[in-house]
T-cell receptor, first 112, second 114 residues
Framework: SQQGEEDPQALSIQEGENATMNCSYK?????LQWYRQNSGRGLVHLIL?????REKHSGRLRVTLDTSKKSSSLLITASRAADTASYFC????????????FGSGTQLTVLP | DTEVTQTPKHLVMGMTNKKSLKCEQH?????MYWYKQKAKKPPELMFV???????INESVPSRFSPECPNSSLLNLHLHALQPEDSALYLC?????????????FGAGTRLSVL
C-alpha cells in the first residue's frame, strides 16, 4: 500500500530555477529518504533524513522533515536539464529498515 | 563497485512460458529485494531476502518465485504470468544493520507478457 503522497504530481520549470517537491506520509517513521529515477531506469538514492532531524543538505539538495505534520520537502536549487526525472520519497513505515514504502512521485521537467 | 546488475534488460514472454530474471551485486550487501513498478507509479515491494533467507513476501502470487542461491545473486522465476504482470522489475540491495537504510537499485528488467 502507498504510504506517502507527493505533490505536485508534475512540475515543469526553467533551468536555473528552484524546484520544490512535497511528501506526506501517514504513520510514524525512523527515517525518510528521497530517490530519483530517470525514465525507465533504476532508482538512485539522493538523501536520507532521520526522524530526529529537521533539515539536511547535500550539494544542491535541501530536505526538511516535519514529523508533527508527517511531511517532508525536497528542494533542488539552480536546477539543470539533467535534473529531469521522477522523484520519490520513501519511508520505513513498518519499522523495518528493509521495508520501504514509496510515495506517489513527482515528475520534474527542467527546460533548457 | 556500487552496481547492481540485472539481466535481461528486456523480456517478452507468453503466458505459458517459464523465464527467470537475474540480479547480481558485489557490494557485500546481505539484504536483497525485488520490486514491481508499473508505468507512472512508484515501486511496490515484492520480496526481501536477508542473509539469503526470505524475510518478507508481500502477498505476491505464486507465479512469481524468488530464489537467493548465494549472497551475491537473486533470481525471480516466472511461470504462467498474466498480461497485467507486464511491468518494470527492479532489484535492489542494501547492508543489514548500520547503514542498511539505503538501497541500491539495478536498472531493471522491462517485462512484457503477451
Amino acid at each position: 500500500s502507498q504510504q506517502g503522497e507527493e505533490d505536485p504530481q508534475a512540475l515543469s520549470i526553467q533551468e536555473g530555477e528552484n524546484a520544490t517537491m512535497n511528501c506526506s506520509y501517514k504513520t510514524s517513521i525512523n527515517n525518510l529518504q528521497w530517490y530519483r529515477q530517470n525514465s525507465g531506469r533504476g532508482l538512485v538514492h539522493l538523501i536520507l533524513i532521520r526522524s530526529n532531524e529537521r533539515e539536511k543538505h547535500s550539494g544542491r539538495l535541501r530536505v526538511t522533515l516535519d514529523t508533527s505534520k508527517k511531511s517532508s520537502s525536497l528542494l533542488i536549487t539552480a536546477s539543470r536539464a539533467a535534473d529531469t526525472a521522477s522523484y520519490f520519497c520513501a519511508t520505513d513505515s513498518s519499522g523495518s529498515a528493509r521495508q520501504l514504502t514509496f510515495g506517489s512521485g513527482t515528475q520534474l521537467t527542467v527546460l533548457p | 563497485d556500487t552496481e547492481v546488475t540485472q539481466t535481461p534488460k528486456h523480456l517478452v514472454m507468453g503466458m505459458t512460458n517459464k523465464k527467470s530474471l537475474k540480479c547480481e551485486q558485489h557490494m557485500g550487501h546481505r539484504a536483497m529485494y525485488w520490486y514491481k513498478q508499473k508505468a507512472k507509479k512508484p515501486p511496490e515491494l515484492m520480496f526481501v531476502y536477508s542473509y539469503e533467507k526470505l524475510s518478507i513476501n508481500e502477498s505476491v502470487p505464486s507465479r512469481f518465485s524468488p530464489e537467493c542461491p548465494n549472497s551475491s545473486l537473486l533470481n525471480l522465476h516466472l511461470h504462467a504470468l498474466q498480461p497485467e504482470d507486464s511491468a518494470l522489475y527492479l532489484c535492489a540491495s542494501s547492508q543489514v544493520g548500520q547503514g542498511g537504510d539505503i538501497q541500491y537499485f539495478g536498472a531493471g528488467t522491462r517485462l512484457s507478457v503477451l
